[in-house]
């Protein structure tokens, strides 16, 4: 069983962000906080006293969150959950907000790897993005993670941006790399609807790189990291061997999951089939299910055998290692041959999918269709 924490407060809103996160409601913490650790005690029988697999808190922005908060969340789910130890511990971080007060707090309540988004090394496309920190504030923070004993560090970059060449992204790559972290991830820029930045764009006061360009952005990332020693595990993760994250390995292999605070959600295997609650996204909304206990309230899904096996080839394919065909059949008990093998051959024949040691995986083309491949393998 894997556990998440979210943590839905912001200082601002970055102008690309759909996310369940909240600036100006920072009055709340306290009673969210109380909140978390109800709903950790509520949802602890899911884990049936069996240890953790790993643990992650995410937003928002956790950094944001006061010490002595953070304090009495990690001795409230330590209370609740067994974390064995060198169990991979994550916490997001900003940049713009990390504190050494902090960060000792996080360690000592056995958090073991920070993730903080950088995003861009330019302070243009920070300002574009609506980020509250700077290069410097990155390369400081970074520092400070480490003189304080953090050493599994995880910077987030984006490609795809309005206003970037792929020389800024070059360089956004140099930066990242001269702070050595562990890990990195290297997202495209999807922009979402509603957000500032959509409108910007839909306004034409700012314009997307080609798609030429962005295409070389990724080969970029995919060249520069495999030379400076990272492995690609998925489409948009790089590791230093070992330091793959295992929170999110464990997402994509479909462990169990409990979820909690706004927004969350969970899987959790329910007999034969598995259950995906979702907790209200307001933190309103969220302070309210919790103080009445009305867990029902939540939105609640059965993932039905074909949605399950749709999600492991899906998931699967995300990974450079690929799928299965063993670990497809025996969670399945039908083979991958049966389920889509004809499409999956089609598409090897294409170029996009390769075929190897019982494995299916995305070929380097396929990774810029997925979408359109996914879409393909989910008709029945
Ligand atoms: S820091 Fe993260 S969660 Fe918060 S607004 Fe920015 S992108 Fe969204």
Redesign the pocket.
Known sequence: MELYIHIPY?R???R??D?A?YPCQEATMPQYVDALLAEAAAMAEHAAGQPLETAFIG???PSILPPVLLEKLLTGLHAHYAFPPGMEFTTEA?PGTLTEEWLRTAIAGGVNRLSM?MQAAQPDLLRTLG?IHTQEDVAASVRLARRCGMENISLDLMFGLPGQTPAMWRETLDAALSLEPQHLSCYGLIPEEGTPLMRDLDAGRLTLPHEDDERHMYDDALEILSRHGYRQYEISNFARPGCECRHNIGYWRQTPYIGLGSAAASMLPDGQSELRTTNPAAISDYLCMVAHRAWSSREITRITPEDARFETLMLGLRMTQGVSEEDFASRHGVSLEDYRGERLRAFEAQGLLAHENGFWRLTRRGMDVQNAILVDLMDE
């Open positions: 912001c601002q809103k970055c690309y962000c996310f996160s937003g928002g922005t900003n988004g980020r």
